[in-house]
Protein backbone atom coordinates (compact mmCIF):
# COMPACT_ATOMS: atom_id res chain seq x y z
CA UNK A 1 0.00 0.00 0.00
CA UNK A 2 1.49 3.18 -1.18
CA UNK A 3 1.12 6.36 0.65
CA UNK A 4 0.90 9.83 -0.28
CA UNK A 5 4.54 10.82 -1.72
CA UNK A 6 5.76 14.27 -1.92
CA UNK A 7 9.05 15.57 -4.06
CA UNK A 8 11.13 16.69 -3.59
CA UNK A 9 11.69 16.82 0.57
CA UNK A 10 13.76 19.74 0.90
CA UNK A 11 14.06 22.74 -1.74
CA UNK A 12 16.75 25.86 -1.19
CA UNK A 13 16.20 28.74 -3.29
CA UNK A 14 16.88 32.39 -3.34
CA UNK A 15 14.69 34.98 -3.08
CA UNK A 16 12.62 35.85 -6.38
CA UNK A 17 13.38 32.20 -8.10
CA UNK A 18 10.56 30.10 -9.06
CA UNK A 19 9.48 26.78 -7.42
CA UNK A 20 7.50 23.91 -8.03
CA UNK A 21 6.51 20.70 -5.62
CA UNK A 22 4.75 17.77 -6.54
CA UNK A 23 2.44 15.89 -4.60
CA UNK A 24 1.35 12.13 -5.22
CA UNK A 25 -1.82 10.90 -3.78
CA UNK A 26 -3.09 7.17 -2.79
CA UNK A 27 -4.25 6.18 -5.82
CA UNK A 28 -7.42 5.38 -5.37
CA UNK A 29 -7.93 9.09 -3.42
CA UNK A 30 -10.21 11.50 -5.20
CA UNK A 31 -9.37 14.49 -2.53
CA UNK A 32 -6.35 16.56 -2.58
CA UNK A 33 -5.56 19.16 -0.54
CA UNK A 34 -2.10 21.56 0.44
CA UNK A 35 -1.21 22.70 3.36
CA UNK A 36 1.29 25.03 5.13
CA UNK A 37 3.10 24.67 8.40
CA UNK A 38 5.37 27.49 10.12
CA UNK A 39 7.28 26.68 12.80
CA UNK A 40 5.49 25.96 15.88
CA UNK A 41 2.27 26.51 14.14
CA UNK A 42 -0.07 24.04 13.07
CA UNK A 43 -0.81 23.19 9.21
CA UNK A 44 -2.93 25.48 7.83
CA UNK A 45 -5.03 24.84 4.97
CA UNK A 46 -4.16 26.51 1.41
CA UNK A 47 -6.61 24.72 -1.47
CA UNK A 48 -7.97 21.20 -2.18
CA UNK A 49 -8.94 19.66 -5.54
CA UNK A 50 -11.91 17.50 -6.28
CA UNK A 51 -10.51 15.70 -8.82
CA UNK A 52 -9.02 17.84 -11.54
CA UNK A 53 -11.15 20.71 -9.88
CA UNK A 54 -9.68 23.29 -7.58
CA UNK A 55 -13.05 23.32 -5.15
CA UNK A 56 -11.25 26.17 -2.70
CA UNK A 57 -8.31 28.58 -1.84
CA UNK A 58 -7.51 29.66 0.63
CA UNK A 59 -6.43 33.81 1.46
CA UNK A 60 -3.08 32.34 2.28
CA UNK A 61 -2.66 31.40 -1.30
CA UNK A 62 -1.76 34.77 -3.12
CA UNK A 63 -1.42 35.48 -6.45
CA UNK A 64 2.12 34.29 -6.67
CA UNK A 65 1.04 30.53 -5.54
CA UNK A 66 -1.00 28.65 -8.27
CA UNK A 67 -1.92 24.45 -7.42
CA UNK A 68 -2.69 22.18 -10.27
CA UNK A 69 -3.94 18.62 -10.66
CA UNK A 70 -4.21 17.80 -14.29
CA UNK A 71 -5.96 14.43 -14.78
CA UNK A 72 -6.96 14.18 -11.14
CA UNK A 73 -3.93 12.19 -10.51
CA UNK A 74 -0.81 14.03 -8.94
CA UNK A 75 -0.68 17.48 -7.84
CA UNK A 76 1.85 20.80 -8.00
CA UNK A 77 2.11 23.74 -6.55
CA UNK A 78 4.36 26.80 -7.78
CA UNK A 79 5.58 29.37 -6.01
CA UNK A 80 6.75 32.77 -8.57
CA UNK A 81 9.13 34.75 -7.22
CA UNK A 82 9.98 33.53 -3.99
CA UNK A 83 10.00 35.81 -1.01
CA UNK A 84 11.41 34.72 2.22
CA UNK A 85 8.37 34.32 4.20
CA UNK A 86 7.67 31.74 1.95
CA UNK A 87 9.63 29.24 3.79
CA UNK A 88 7.52 27.11 5.63
CA UNK A 89 6.44 23.14 5.12
CA UNK A 90 4.26 22.12 2.84
CA UNK A 91 2.20 19.62 3.30
CA UNK A 92 -0.02 17.23 0.92
CA UNK A 93 -3.05 15.06 1.99
CA UNK A 94 -5.25 13.24 0.08
CA UNK A 95 -9.07 11.39 0.90
CA UNK A 96 -11.44 9.68 -0.56
CA UNK A 97 -14.90 11.26 -0.28
CA UNK A 98 -18.07 9.33 -1.32
CA UNK A 99 -21.13 11.32 -0.40
CA UNK A 100 -21.73 13.74 2.58
CA UNK A 101 -19.09 11.31 4.56
CA UNK A 102 -15.50 12.59 5.21
CA UNK A 103 -12.83 10.81 4.77
CA UNK A 104 -9.43 10.57 6.96
CA UNK A 105 -6.78 12.69 5.08
CA UNK A 106 -3.77 10.95 5.21
CA UNK A 107 -0.22 12.90 4.59
CA UNK A 108 2.43 12.71 2.85
CA UNK A 109 6.28 13.54 4.39
CA UNK A 110 6.24 17.24 3.48
CA UNK A 111 8.64 19.64 1.24
CA UNK A 112 10.74 22.10 3.36
CA UNK A 113 11.19 25.31 1.37
CA UNK A 114 14.01 27.87 2.29
CA UNK A 115 13.86 30.78 1.00
CA UNK A 116 17.59 32.87 1.39
CA UNK B 1 -16.06 30.47 12.82
CA UNK B 2 -13.91 27.47 13.43
CA UNK B 3 -11.18 27.73 15.79
CA UNK B 4 -9.22 24.99 17.71
CA UNK B 5 -7.55 25.21 20.61
CA UNK B 6 -4.99 23.43 22.36
CA UNK B 7 -3.65 25.78 25.39
CA UNK B 8 -1.16 23.46 26.18
CA UNK B 9 2.09 24.54 23.92
CA UNK B 10 4.60 22.34 25.96
CA UNK B 11 4.42 19.09 28.45
CA UNK B 12 6.93 17.06 29.56
CA UNK B 13 6.56 13.71 31.74
CA UNK B 14 8.50 10.55 33.39
CA UNK B 15 7.84 7.64 31.52
CA UNK B 16 5.28 5.16 32.74
CA UNK B 17 3.16 8.75 33.68
CA UNK B 18 -0.08 9.24 32.39
CA UNK B 19 -0.59 12.40 30.30
CA UNK B 20 -3.75 14.00 28.97
CA UNK B 21 -3.72 16.67 26.07
CA UNK B 22 -6.70 18.83 25.90
CA UNK B 23 -8.34 20.32 22.86
CA UNK B 24 -11.19 22.95 22.95
CA UNK B 25 -13.25 23.86 19.54
CA UNK B 26 -15.82 25.68 18.41
CA UNK B 27 -18.01 25.36 15.34
CA UNK B 28 -21.22 26.81 14.03
CA UNK B 29 -21.86 23.80 12.25
CA UNK B 30 -23.67 20.26 13.63
CA UNK B 31 -21.65 18.52 11.76
CA UNK B 32 -17.92 17.99 11.97
CA UNK B 33 -15.75 15.86 12.65
CA UNK B 34 -12.82 15.63 15.01
CA UNK B 35 -9.27 14.15 14.54
CA UNK B 36 -6.16 13.70 16.21
CA UNK B 37 -2.49 13.74 14.31
CA UNK B 38 1.24 13.12 15.81
CA UNK B 39 4.24 14.71 14.21
CA UNK B 40 7.14 12.86 15.30
CA UNK B 41 10.26 14.35 14.87
CA UNK B 42 10.80 13.14 11.26
CA UNK B 43 7.98 15.91 10.19
CA UNK B 44 5.32 13.92 8.93
CA UNK B 45 2.02 13.83 10.10
CA UNK B 46 0.18 10.54 11.46
CA UNK B 47 -3.56 9.94 11.73
CA UNK B 48 -4.51 8.59 15.19
CA UNK B 49 -8.32 9.16 15.34
CA UNK B 50 -11.87 10.79 13.33
CA UNK B 51 -14.64 11.03 15.24
CA UNK B 52 -17.81 12.29 13.65
CA UNK B 53 -20.36 14.67 15.92
CA UNK B 54 -23.09 12.37 16.30
CA UNK B 55 -20.80 9.78 18.43
CA UNK B 56 -19.77 10.80 21.75
CA UNK B 57 -18.89 7.45 22.95
CA UNK B 58 -15.11 7.39 24.23
CA UNK B 59 -12.60 5.32 22.60
CA UNK B 60 -9.68 3.57 23.60
CA UNK B 61 -6.98 1.77 21.41
CA UNK B 62 -4.43 0.16 23.77
CA UNK B 63 -2.89 3.14 25.41
CA UNK B 64 -4.68 5.89 23.71
CA UNK B 65 -7.78 6.92 24.78
CA UNK B 66 -9.95 10.43 23.46
CA UNK B 67 -13.07 11.73 25.65
CA UNK B 68 -15.34 13.54 23.42
CA UNK B 69 -17.44 15.89 25.35
CA UNK B 70 -20.10 18.41 23.38
CA UNK B 71 -21.27 19.96 26.27
CA UNK B 72 -18.10 21.55 26.98
CA UNK B 73 -16.49 21.27 23.25
CA UNK B 74 -13.45 19.38 23.77
CA UNK B 75 -12.09 16.16 22.72
CA UNK B 76 -9.13 15.51 24.61
CA UNK B 77 -6.47 12.81 24.09
CA UNK B 78 -5.31 10.73 26.83
CA UNK B 79 -1.79 8.74 26.55
CA UNK B 80 -1.29 5.79 29.66
CA UNK B 81 1.95 4.67 30.79
CA UNK B 82 3.79 7.17 28.17
CA UNK B 83 6.90 5.91 26.50
CA UNK B 84 9.87 7.80 25.13
CA UNK B 85 8.60 6.92 21.49
CA UNK B 86 5.07 8.88 22.02
CA UNK B 87 7.48 12.14 22.26
CA UNK B 88 6.08 14.21 19.44
CA UNK B 89 4.18 17.13 18.72
CA UNK B 90 0.16 15.99 19.07
CA UNK B 91 -2.40 18.33 16.56
CA UNK B 92 -6.33 18.17 17.52
CA UNK B 93 -8.54 19.31 14.32
CA UNK B 94 -11.69 20.10 13.37
CA UNK B 95 -13.68 19.58 9.72
CA UNK B 96 -16.97 20.87 9.34
CA UNK B 97 -18.70 18.80 6.50
CA UNK B 98 -20.85 20.25 4.35
CA UNK B 99 -19.41 23.63 4.08
CA UNK B 100 -15.57 23.35 4.03
CA UNK B 101 -15.25 20.88 1.65
CA UNK B 102 -13.43 18.52 4.35
CA UNK B 103 -10.48 21.28 4.94
CA UNK B 104 -8.81 20.88 8.34
CA UNK B 105 -8.57 23.36 11.06
CA UNK B 106 -5.81 22.35 13.29
CA UNK B 107 -5.00 23.50 16.73
CA UNK B 108 -1.16 25.02 17.65
CA UNK B 109 -0.31 21.75 18.59
CA UNK B 110 1.01 20.22 21.97
CA UNK B 111 4.98 19.07 21.98
CA UNK B 112 4.88 16.24 24.38
CA UNK B 113 8.80 15.31 25.80
CA UNK B 114 8.78 11.96 27.04
CA UNK B 115 12.00 11.56 29.01
CA UNK B 116 13.04 7.94 30.62
Known amino acids: DTGVSQNPRHKITKRGQNVTFRCDPISEHNRLYWYRQTLGQGPEFLTY????????KSRLLSDRFSAERPKGSFSTLEIQRTEQGDSAMYLCASSLEAGVNTDTQYFGPGTRLTVL | AQKVTQAQTEISVVEKEDVTLDCVYE???????LFWYKQPPSGELVFLIR??????QNEISGRYSWNFQKSTSSFNFTITASQVVDSAVYFCALSEIYNQGGKLIFGQGTELSVKP
Open chain 1, 49 to 56: FQNEAQLE
Open chain 2, 51 to 56: RNSFDE
Open chain 2, 27 to 33: TRDTTYY
